[in-house]
């Protein structure tokens, strides 16, 4: 397929548009209808979007990201109506979901019709999930499509998740017949996924939701999410092609440093130089992937505060340094 590396800024792009091809929103959606996959901005990070109710357009994204049956996919609806069809809400997910969407939450219940989102996307689970999100043109996207879009991240299974349209097309967009650029994602970490099952309300993975924010409007959380953990948590997740060295001081002989707050190594590679938890978590993968393309003995990093967002961006690290099982 030919390709431009035309970027048309907030704008619209298909690759390989010629005249009278639909762009933009329209292409987008033509390209989901047509069993393809779909560049997609999320305000979290880029998605690889398809149908979630065709099996074959579900199983390209699986292969090409290379990721393992096994870990099933989210799936993205227009609002909250949406979302109990194809899920099943208890008071507490009913919570959630008119507290937080659209937005950076993904919620695990019970799936109510096994038949509308393909056993692919679902890894054959009797669980889903769901979530709103809250970018514009995702949004657009979501609501003319009008029914249910899976899109995980955006990058090759086991890389970290692309936050900005250049880097979601270097990592999938070969396999995407059309892409839309939605500008950096505002939020850059992936988002907070709680599983709300058997009326017990667990975080199985930190994002920009925190914990706080989730136990303030449902009560204290379950057990970390043990018993019912996500599939996805691989070990070694999010990870560049360097070394990642964690709670760093400073940077040692060919390291980069990526900085916390002020005065912590050069401004250039600081993920927040005042130590502000949404500005890391927004730099973070990007930074991770410029500081890889120098090459250097190991990525350090300076340490970052464990509490609310910094849960997520810990945890996204930890496993970019292969620490978490
Ligand atoms: O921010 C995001 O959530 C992004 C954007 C594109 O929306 N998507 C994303 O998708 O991060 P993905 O596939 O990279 O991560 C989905 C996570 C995985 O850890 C997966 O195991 C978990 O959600 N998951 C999906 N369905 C599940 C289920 N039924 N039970 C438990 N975990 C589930
Ligand atoms: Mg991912």
Excluded at 142 to 151: C, Q, R, S, T, Y
Excluded at 191 to 212: I, K, M, N
Excluded at 239 to 253: D, F, I, T
Aim: glycine share 12%; aromatic share 4%; hydrophobic share 45%.
């Amino acid at each position: 397929m030919e390709r431009t590396d035309r970027t048309a800024g907030e704008g619209e792009r298909v690759p390989g548009d010629a005249p009278g091809r639909l762009s933009g929103v329209e292409g987008a959606v033509a390209a989901l209808r047509a069993g393809e996959l779909l560049i997609m901005p999320t305000e979290t990070v880029y998605g690889l979007a398809a149908d979630a109710g065709n099996p074959d357009s579900v199983a390209k994204i699986f292969e090409a990201k290379g990721r393992p049956r096994f870990n099933p996919l989210i799936s993205h609806v227009a609002d909250a109506v949406a979302a109990e069809r194809i899920a099943v809400f208890d008071d507490a997910a009913r919570r959630l979901a008119a507290a937080f969407w659209p937005g950076p939450l993904t919620i695990v219940a019970p799936c109510r019709d096994m038949t509308v989102v393909s056993d692919l996307a679902r890894a054959g689970l009797d669980s889903i999930a769901v979530r709103v999100p809250g970018h514009a043109r995702a949004r657009a996207v979501l609501d003319a499509f009008g029914g249910p879009v899976v899109a995980p991240s955006a990058n090759r299974s086991g890389r970290p998740s692309p936050t900005t349209f250049a880097d979601a097309m270097e990592e999938t967009g070969s396999f995407a017949s059309a892409a839309l650029d939605g500008g950096p994602c505002a939020v850059g970490v992936e988002s907070t996924v709680v599983s709300v099952l058997d009326g017990r309300v667990a975080l199985l993975r930190p994002g920009s939701v925190t914990r706080e924010e989730i136990e303030a409007l449902v009560g204290p959380l379950d057990g970390a999410g043990e018993g019912h953990r996500s599939p996805g948590r691989l070990t070694r997740h999010y990870a560049p092609v360097s070394p990642v060295r964690l709670e760093a001081g400073e940077a040692g002989a060919g390291e980069i440093l990526l900085g916390f707050g002020p005065g912590v190594g050069v401004e250039r590679w600081s993920l927040s130089p005042s130590g502000d938890l949404r500005e890391a978590a927004a730099n973070l993968f990007r930074l991770l992937r410029e500081a890889d393309r120098e090459g250097p003995a190991a990525i350090a990093v300076a340490p970052i505060p464990a509490t609310g967002l910094g849960e997520a961006i810990n945890d996204r690290l930890e496993r970019a340094a292969g620490f978490v099982g």
